[in-house]
Structures are given as C-alpha cells and as structure tokens.
C-alpha cells in the first residue's frame, strides 16, 4: 500500500517527529511504501498548494495525519484541500487521541494512543480488502453512530522498537534543529532520541495524565530502553549523519532504578560519547543521579518551574514542588557542572 505521512506542523519548529519515524519504520517492513509531507519547512501559507501537489505526485491509497491540537486547524485545511480525490485518511496522534470524536467527524478513522500494533493491523485489512472495523485503537463514524474500539495493549518492551526512519524527514531537522541552542557551542548535527515513555506525574495543563487514564489497565505505563539497545540506535544514526548532540525528549529522563541510570552512565561514557540535554522534574533531582547524568555526557537540563508563585504553582498547576525544592534542584544540577534552562509559562489566570 502507499501511505502518506502528514506533519502539520504549524509552530515550524523544525525537529524530527519519534512518532512518525518509528511507524515508517514498521510500515515499510510491512512492505508498504511510505513517504512524508511535512510542513515545517514550507512557507507559511503555501502548504495547501505544496500538499496538493505531492498527493498527486505520490498517488497514496491512504493519508495518515499525525495531529497535535495546535495543528488540527492546518490539519483540516490540508484534508479539505484534497477532499475531492476521496483518498481514505486515518489520523492519529495526541489530539486525535484525546478528541476521538470530532477529529472522527471530519476526517473519518481515527487510531487513538501509541500505534505500532494497530497501524500495522489497519493497513494490513485495508489492503486485503478485509473490514477494519475490528482494528484495536479504532475510532470510526459509520452512519450515525461511532464505532469505537479498545485500545492494544501498551508497547511493553521498547528495545522491540524498530529505529526510526530517519532518512523519511529532510536533513535541515538535524543540521538546523532548534535544540541545537541548548546544545555544547559549536555542535552542528543534532538527533533526539527517546530513552522512556510514560510520565506518571498529574500537571492540571497537561495531557499525558488524561492519557495515562485512557490506557488504565493496559500495561506498564513508564517503560524504559535497555542503555545499550538505546546506544545502538544512537550509534546506527551516527552511521547516517555527522551527530554530535543528543536531545532526549523523556519527559522525566533520570531513571526511577539508581541501577539503571548507573548502567546507562557506563555505556554512554564508553559507547557513545556524545553530549545531551535533557528534561527533569526538580524533586526527582538528588546529587548521585546528578553526577551520573553529568558523568554520562549529560551537558543541560531543563527543568520545569512553570510558574514563580508557589500557591499557583501547587494548586492550579498541581505540581508539587516548594521554592525550596526547586532551588536545590538547581543548585545540585550546578554543584555537577551541569548547566540547567528553567520553562515556565506565562499569562496563567488570574497573574497580572
Ligand atoms: C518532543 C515533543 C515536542 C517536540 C517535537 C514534537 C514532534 N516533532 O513530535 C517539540 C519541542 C517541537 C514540541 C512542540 C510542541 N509540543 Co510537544 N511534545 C513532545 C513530547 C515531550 C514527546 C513527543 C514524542 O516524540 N513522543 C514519542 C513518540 C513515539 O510518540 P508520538 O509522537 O506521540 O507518536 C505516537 C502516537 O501519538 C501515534 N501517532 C503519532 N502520529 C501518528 C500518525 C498516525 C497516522 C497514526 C495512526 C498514529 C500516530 O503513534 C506514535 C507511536 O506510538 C510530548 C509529550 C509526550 N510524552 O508524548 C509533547 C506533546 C506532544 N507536545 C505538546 C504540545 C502542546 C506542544 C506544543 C503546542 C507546545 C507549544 N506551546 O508550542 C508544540 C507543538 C509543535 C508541533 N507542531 O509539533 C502536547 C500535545 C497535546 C495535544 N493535545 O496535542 C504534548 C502531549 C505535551 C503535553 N504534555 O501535553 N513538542
């Protein structure tokens, strides 16, 4: 089957997709053949027109739209635009996800939650001519009712995965990725990897703790590479492209087993040797895992203040830190050498 990838990606921030790399990965061993529109380096404004022009060019059976919320919009426009080739569309992604319902309406199949068994499955009927309405994730508008499926359980083993597909998304990811501003000075070629999945923290703002809900009796929600499965994939990008900077995209990156972050530590000193960045939560920081962090190549880490008022920061964002926890946690992270960028949101209600 020819299947379309699409990233609508409408902030332009221009970093390779995990997500649509590693389903690449499985579809073309699958034997499907997979190609990728994404919009990060297109002008704003010309993308309907560029779109238009690759469906034509690359004739899919089927459209696959990874959506976040901020980007339904451009999503929508895109779909419409090639509406009139009826060409079926499948959206995943977190606000197909969490919107199942009107993202169904418009687009018509919707694949919720993490997708390396269903999309497979998906594909697998479609282009057998087989019904897809048994496929897990499933959530589909027929007539007027919504069929909607249970979700596969979670990818248990992640040293399973396949490398992603690098080579689907255009070099300027690498080369000219926006980590590179939080990377050493004088690093040029940037890959982000995936250590973990699975935050099991409950900020009010975030979307991960509704997920977390949706896949509730589906497995063990934070999962971990092994580090030298995780070193192998680094290294066969490393094959592809001059790398020399690591971004991880873990949402809490310091392993919760001081074991496995000393092995991770071990490897990464002596197979990778590569400097990363990273994020972490302030009370998950303690100076042992700080010193493997920095011992492992570790060169920044973000951490999440969100807000400087401490009320706020517990009751409306519930996250459950103190000033004082937040303080140390610097303070630790510079007590290593390790150089630290704090996020933090603006314009929350009720703030001047
Ligand atoms: C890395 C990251 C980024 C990076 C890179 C984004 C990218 N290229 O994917 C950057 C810094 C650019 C970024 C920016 C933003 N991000 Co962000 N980001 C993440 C983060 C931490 C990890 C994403 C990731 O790689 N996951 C691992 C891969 C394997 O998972 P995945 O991409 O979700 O893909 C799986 C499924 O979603 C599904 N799937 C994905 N695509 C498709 C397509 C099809 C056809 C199918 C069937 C399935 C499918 O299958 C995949 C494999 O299991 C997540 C939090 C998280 N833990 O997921 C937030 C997250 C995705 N980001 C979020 C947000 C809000 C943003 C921003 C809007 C922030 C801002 N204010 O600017 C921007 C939007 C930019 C954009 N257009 O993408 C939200 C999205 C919520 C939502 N409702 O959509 C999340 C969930 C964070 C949160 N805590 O709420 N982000």
Redesign the pocket.
């Known amino acids: 089957m020819r299947f379309l990838?699409i990233?609508?990606?409408?902030?332009k921030?221009g970093?390779?997709?995990?997500?649509?790399g590693?389903?690449s990965s499985i579809l073309k061993k699958y034997g499907h053949v997979v190609d990728l529109f994404d919009t990060t380096f297109i002008p704003e404004g010309c993308e309907e027109y560029e779109f238009e022009k690759k469906v034509i060019e690359f004739k899919p059976d089927m459209l696959?739209?990874?959506?976040?919320?901020?980007?339904c919009l451009l999503a929508e426009k895109l779909y419409d635009r090639v509406a009139k080739m009826n060409i079926p569309a499948?959206?995943?992604?977190?606000?197909?996800?969490?919107e199942p319902e009107s993202t169904a309406k418009k687009f018509g199949m919707v694949?919720r939650?993490?997708?390396?068994i269903?999309?497979p499955l998906?594909l697998d009927k479609f282009s057998k001519g087989e019904s897809v309405l048994d496929t897990p994730n499933l959530y589909l508008k027929k007539g007027d009712i919504f069929i909607k499926n249970d979700l596969a359980p979670l990818?248990e083993n992640l040293d399973e995965l396949p490398f992603p597909d690098w080579k689907l998304f255009d070099k300027r990811n690498y080369f000219e990725s926006?980590y590179l501003d939080s990377a050493l000075e004088g690093s040029k070629c940037l890959g982000?990897f995936?250590k973990s999945?699975g935050?099991f923290f409950s900020?009010s703002?975030?979307?991960?703790p509704k997920?977390r809900e949706i896949y509730e009796g589906k497995g063990e929600w934070h999962r971990e590479k092994s580090a030298n499965r995780l070193a192998d994939e680094i290294l066969a990008f490393k094959e592809l492209y001059p790398l020399d900077a690591i971004h991880f995209?873990?949402?809490i990156f310091l392993s919760p087993d001081k074991n496995k972050m000393a092995e991770f530590r071990d490897v990464f000193k002596t197979r990778v040797k590569i400097h990363f960045t990273s994020s972490e939560r302030a009370e998950r920081i303690d100076p042992d895992l700080m010193q493997m962090f920095k011992d492992a190549g570790g060169y920044q880490l973000w951490i999440g203040i969100e807000s400087g008022d401490e009320e706020l920061r517990i009751k409306m964002l519930n996250r459950r830190m103190s000033d004082e926890t937040l303080i140390k946690a610097f303070q630790i992270a510079k007590e290593c050498g390790v150089k630290t960028r704090a996020t933090s949101m603006l314009g929350l209600p009720n703030q001047s």
Do not use: M, Q, W
């Open positions: 990838f990233y609508p990606n409408s902030c921030f970093t390779f997709h995990i997500g649509i590693i389903l696959g739209f990874s959506v976040k919320t901020v980007d499948v959206v995943g992604g977190h606000h197909a996800t969490l694949l939650g993490e997708c390396e269903a999309l998906l990818f926006p982000v995936e999945r935050c900020c703002f975030c979307s991960i997920e995209i873990d949402d």
